[in-house]
């Protein structure tokens, strides 16, 4: 998983993102299944996605939640070692916010539309052209799987 993730992560960086438009999903043809999210200056994609979580509860769902957190630890303490240090940028106050309607950055919004609700781990700039890279982690409902995605953009991601 460590080799892939992080060759997607470095692929992700070095390809461009919109300059302007929508924020758009998309998804697998056959499957429906999201496969990128893109905006003006940013784009998302998943990295890596558990299991199921249909009928698991306590031990198994901490083992999952286990799982994915040490997904990102490993992908993390890798791309510091390739980009530098991260920095940690909280969501929950844009999450409150976007939950109770008020208005969110773009960016914000396109995460919390897939779920991606954890913190972001954030590299900036992780490319030589100024672009930032980061991930997170999210979870959709009770049974729909863990998933680990990566984030790039081209306009500084602000602490909320």
Request: glycine fraction near 10%; aromatic fraction near 8%; hydrophobic fraction near 45%.
């Given at each position: 998983?460590?080799?892939r993730?992080?060759a997607?992560a470095?692929?992700l960086?070095a390809t461009p993102?919109p300059?302007?438009g929508?924020t758009?999903a998309?998804?697998?043809?056959a499957?429906?299944?999201?496969t990128?999210t893109?905006?003006?200056?940013?784009?998302?994609?998943?990295?890596?996605e558990g299991?199921?979580l249909?009928?698991?509860?306590?031990p198994?769902w901490?083992?999952?939640?286990?799982?994915?957190?040490?997904?990102?630890?490993?992908?993390t303490?890798?791309?510091d070692?390739?980009?530098?240090p991260?920095?940690?940028?909280r969501?929950?106050?844009?999450?409150r916010g976007?939950?109770?309607?008020?208005?969110?950055?773009?960016?914000?919004?396109a995460?919390?539309?897939?779920d991606l609700?954890?913190?972001?781990t954030?590299?900036d700039p992780?490319?030589?052209?100024g672009?930032?890279?980061?991930?997170?982690?999210?979870h959709?409902?009770?049974?729909?799987?863990l998933?680990?995605?990566?984030?790039?953009?081209?306009?500084?991601v602000?602490?909320?």
């Open positions: 998983m460590l080799s993730a992080v997607e470095e692929q960086l993102v300059p302007v929508p758009t998309h998804g697998d043809p499957t429906g299944e999201w990128a893109e905006g003006a200056g940013f784009r998302i994609v998943p990295l890596w299991d199921p249909t009928g698991v509860y306590a198994e901490n083992d999952a939640e286990e799982a994915a957190d040490a997904h990102l630890a490993v992908l303490e890798e791309l070692r390739r980009w530098g991260h920095r940690s940028i969501l929950h106050g844009p999450l976007w939950q109770a309607g008020a208005p969110v950055e773009p960016l914000f919004q995460l919390f539309a897939e609700y954890g913190d972001l954030v590299w992780a490319a030589p052209d672009h930032w890279a980061a991930l997170t982690v999210g959709s409902d009770g049974d729909a799987p998933v680990l995605a990566a984030v790039v953009g081209d306009r500084a602000a602490r909320p």
